[in-house]
């Protein structure tokens, strides 16, 4: 059974860092794509970043510019450093796993895995 685990949240004050990582275990093969989700009280969850099997990642729009994630393929692990944070990026943070991409044999069947979450706040 494929397990998401995140770990880095907590509180930080505004402006300061943090570096969220998630490690799978249970999966015999290198996830597509591995990427990070918010879900702020009372808001739909969303994107933050993702990063492809090719190295290619997107942005969300509040993640842009201060916000970089990485991967080690290896390994199915997903980093994401967070710098200048602000109080809007409070929220629970999940990792995300999912798959397979078009260019992967058809042999392989969709999966979509999650993480546990883990809370980041940011206040003063």
């Known amino acids: 059974q494929v397990q998401l685990v995140e770990a880095g949240g907590g509180l930080v004050r505004p402006g300061g860092s943090l570096r969220l990582s998630c490690a799978a275990s249970?999966?015999?093969?290198?996830?597509?794509?591995m990427g990070w989700y918010r879900q702020a009280p009372g808001d739909q969850r969303e994107l933050v970043a993702d990063?492809?099997?090719?190295?290619?990642?997107d942005y969300g729009h509040s993640a842009k510019g201060r916000f970089t994630i990485s991967r080690d393929r290896s390994k199915n692990t997903v980093s994401l450093q967070m710098n200048d944070l602000k109080s809007e990026d409070t929220g629970v943070y999940y990792c995300?796993?999912?798959?397979?991409?078009?260019?992967?044999?058809?042999?392989?069947?969709?999966?979509?895995?999650w993480g546990q979450g883990t809370q980041v706040t940011v206040s003063s």
């Open positions: 995300n796993a999912w798959g397979p991409g078009e260019s992967e044999p058809a042999t392989i069947l969709p999966y979509n895995y």
């Open positions: 249970g999966s015999s093969f290198t996830f597509y794509n």
């Open positions: 990063i492809r099997v090719d190295s290619r990642s």
